[in-house]
Structure formats: structure tokens, C-alpha cells
Nanobody
Framework: QLQLVESGGGLAQPGGSLRLSCAAS????????IGWFRQASGKALEGISC????????YYADAVKGRSTISRDNAKNTMYLQMDSLKSDDTAVYYC???????????????????WGQGTQVTVSS
């Protein structure tokens, strides 16, 4: 069974950091383009980062650029999103996702990803 399981969310203070993890099972994550999304209460799903497995290039939404880093550990079959300088606007449910195996281009559209984690809540508050 193909699965993504997230962890690492929680409560953080403004200016603080969190690292979200997303462990893959049933397939080899190294062969997939990965993405991170978030959805704040009452708002649409937002693509915030992507990692193209073929080129190694990474992409970030303006809202998180310079504050976030997407990465993967192929030995652990896990991907990560490091978030620094957190703001209250970062409060949301965060999701990891993978594109289909034949689609390696990065995309900010959730409809172009076919496997999703269960989501993890990140709350930034003092």
C-alpha cells in the first residue's frame, strides 16, 4: 500500500522553527517529485514548495521563500520541510504529496499530485 505519513507539526512561537517530516512507504520516494501544501482555516489549498526528483531543483512560493527548505533523505525514504522565522500567517494544516511517477515537473496545483499525507497542524502563536 502506497502511503505518506506526516509528523512534526505543533505549536511554535513567532520567529521559531519547525521541521515537518513525511515518511513514504510502499514505494521509493527518490523517484518521485514531491510537494508541500498548506490550508489555513477558511482558505484554499496553497502549494508552498516542490522538489523535482530529476533535476534536484526546488521551488518555493513567495509566502515561504527564504524561510523554508524542502529536502529528502532517500535512505530513510522521507521528505522534510524545514520552516524558520515562523509567522502567524503560517498557521495551517500542512500536507505532503507526490506527483505521479511519470510526471516529474514541479507544480503548485494540488490536482496534479496523486498521493497525499494525512496532514499535520502547525499553529504559530505566542
Amino acid at each position: 500500500q502506497l502511503q505518506l505519513v506526516e509528523s512534526g507539526g505543533g505549536l511554535a512561537q513567532p520567529g521559531g522553527s519547525l521541521r515537518l517530516s513525511c515518511a513514504a512507504s510502499g514505494f521509493t520516494l527518490a523517484s518521485y517529485t514531491i510537494g508541500w501544501f498548506r490550508q489555513a482555516s477558511g482558505k484554499a489549498l496553497e502549494g508552498i514548495s516542490c522538489g523535482d526528483f530529476r533535476t534536484g531543483r526546488t521551488y518555493y512560493a513567495d509566502a515561504v521563500k527564504g524561510r523554508s527548505t524542502i529536502s529528502r533523505d532517500n535512505a530513510k525514504n522521507t521528505m522534510y520541510l524545514q520552516m524558520d522565522s515562523l509567522k502567524s500567517d503560517d498557521t495551517a494544516v500542512y500536507y505532503c504529496a507526490t506527483r505521479p511517477p511519470y510526471e516529474y515537473y514541479c507544480s503548485a496545483y494540488g490536482s496534479e499530485y496523486d498521493l497525499w499525507g494525512q496532514g499535520t497542524q502547525v499553529t504559530v502563536s505566542s
